[in-house]
């Protein structure tokens, strides 16, 4: 798994790539601290 956070885009992009699908165990504990995320096609 590889990560970035693009703080210099306006909506301070997080980008994951991983091979298995993470989208939930990522999303859901950010939503609890009161981030906005989806994912991104």
């Not at 994951?16 to 939503?31: C, Q, R």
Request: proline share 2%; net charge negative; aromatic share 8%.
């Amino acid at each position: 798994m590889a990560w970035t956070f693009d703080l210099e885009d306006c909506d301070k992009i997080l980008r994951i790539d991983s091979e298995v699908n993470i989208v939930l165990e990522i999303i859901d504990p950010l939503h609890i601290h009161k981030f906005h995320c989806e994912e991104l096609e």
